[in-house]
C-alpha cells in the first residue's frame, strides 16, 4: 500500500481524499453547529449575565465600628461575634454584613457613626422649613448643603415663618444634651406680639402655665428694655418653638415675630442671616460643658 503524497513533505493533510475531493474539515473555527446547541453561539452572540452592582454607600459592619472610633477593625469583628453591635435593633453576627445610609448602628447600646463629627450653626431666615424631608419646599438642609459631607440635622425646629440660631450635629451626645428633660440647653427668643403683653400674663408665664393638664415652665421672660411692651424676651430649654406659641395662644396674643437670637452661650454675632458657620473649638467645649 502505497503512502498519499498531496503535500508532499509538508507533514500536513490538505482535507482532500483519494479521488482529490475536498472531505469536510474539523480545523478549528470550522466545527459542525448542532441546530439546538445554544452553547456553539458564536461569541458576540451570547448574551452575558449582567453583573451585580454593589452599592458603593453600603460599608462593612466592622468598618463601620472601627471607623467611629470606638476600637480596631480586629476588636470590632470580636464585638459582632459575641452579640454586642445591633443594627435597627437588630442583634448581627454575621461578619461580612453591610450597613446602608440611614441604619441605626448600635455598640453596647450607644448609638456609633462612623462619619466625622460636624457642628454648624445656621443664622435661619423665614421661608425656610425646620425639615429633612423631600418635598417640603424650601427648607433648612438646603441653607447647610455646602456646609460638610457628614450627615447633619438640625436639633429642635423653628417654623417656616420663625428665624433665627438652629444647630445642626450629627454628634448623639450633643443631641442628647439639647433634648435632655432634665438638664437641655437653654435657648432664647426675641418675641414681638401683636399687642402689648400684660403684666398679670407676664407674671403668669414667670410662674408657669397649665396647659392641657401639663406645666410649662420657662427660664426667663422680661420686656425688652427700651421697646414696647409687645416686644418680649423668652428664654427655655425646649427645643421646638410649638411650645412657646403655646403659651401666647394660652394667653389670647399672636406671635407676628419669633427670633431665636441665641443658643446657650452661641450668639448670632458675625452670621449673616441666611448664612452659616462651623462651631470654633472653644465653642464646641464650651458646649459640651453646659
Known amino acids: 500500500m502505497t503512502r498519499h503524497q498531496d503535500n508532499k513533505g509538508s507533514g500536513k493533510s490538505s482535507g482532500r481524499g483519494p479521488n482529490n475531493s475536498r472531505s469536510k474539515s474539523f480545523a478549528r473555527g470550522n466545527a459542525p453547529i448542532k441546530k439546538n446547541d445554544t452553547s456553539a453561539k458564536p461569541a458576540d452572540v451570547v448574551k452575558k449575565a449582567p453583573a451585580k452592582k454593589s452599592n458603593s454607600?453600603?460599608?462593612?459592619?466592622?468598618?463601620?465600628?472601627?471607623?467611629?472610633?470606638?476600637?480596631?477593625?480586629?476588636?470590632?469583628?470580636t464585638h459582632i461575634a459575641t452579640g454586642l453591635v445591633t443594627v435597627n435593633g437588630k442583634v448581627i453576627t454575621e461578619m461580612g454584613y453591610k450597613v446602608k445610609p440611614g441604619d441605626e448602628v448600635r455598640y453596647d447600646g450607644a448609638r456609633v457613626n462612623p462619619e466625622k463629627k460636624a457642628y454648624v450653626l445656621l443664622n435661619k431666615p423665614k421661608g425656610f422649613a425646620t425639615t429633612t424631608s423631600e418635598g417640603k419646599g424650601r427648607t433648612v438642609m438646603d441653607l447647610v448643603a455646602n456646609a460638610t459631607t457628614s450627615r447633619i440635622k438640625p436639633i429642635g425646629r423653628l417654623g417656616r415663618n420663625s428665624k433665627g440660631l438652629l444647630?445642626?450635629?450629627?454628634?448623639?451626645?450633643?443631641?442628647?444634651?439639647?433634648t435632655n428633660s432634665k438638664n437641655g440647653v437653654a435657648r432664647l427668643f426675641h418675641i414681638e406680639l401683636d399687642k402689648n403683653l400684660k403684666l398679670e400674663d407676664l407674671k403668669k408665664i414667670q410662674e408657669g402655665i397649665k396647659i392641657e393638664g401639663k406645666l410649662i415652665a420657662v427660664e426667663e421672660v422680661s420686656y425688652i428694655d427700651g421697646a414696647s411692651k409687645n416686644e418680649i424676651g423668652l428664654k427655655?430649654?425646649?427645643?421646638?418653638?410649638?411650645?412657646?406659641?403655646?403659651?401666647?395662644?394660652?394667653?389670647?396674643?399672636?406671635?407676628?415675630?419669633?427670633?431665636?437670637?441665641?443658643?446657650?452661650?452661641?450668639?448670632?454675632?458675625?452670621?449673616?442671616?441666611?448664612?452659616?458657620?462651623?462651631?470654633?473649638?472653644?465653642?464646641?467645649?464650651?458646649?459640651?460643658m453646659l
Open 57 to 77: 454607600d453600603e460599608i462593612r459592619l466592622n468598618k463601620y465600628v472601627a471607623n467611629s472610633g470606638v476600637c480596631s477593625r480586629r476588636e470590632a469583628d
Open 167 to 178: 444647630l445642626f450635629t450629627n454628634d448623639e451626645a450633643i443631641v442628647e444634651k439639647f
Open 236 to 288: 427655655i430649654k425646649n427645643t421646638g418653638n410649638t411650645i412657646i406659641r403655646s403659651i401666647f395662644d394660652f394667653l389670647k396674643y399672636e406671635i407676628v415675630n419669633l427670633d431665636c437670637v441665641s443658643i446657650g452661650h452661641l450668639t448670632k454675632k458675625d452670621i449673616p442671616r441666611g448664612h452659616w458657620k462651623h462651631l470654633t473649638e472653644q465653642e464646641l467645649n464650651t458646649l459640651k
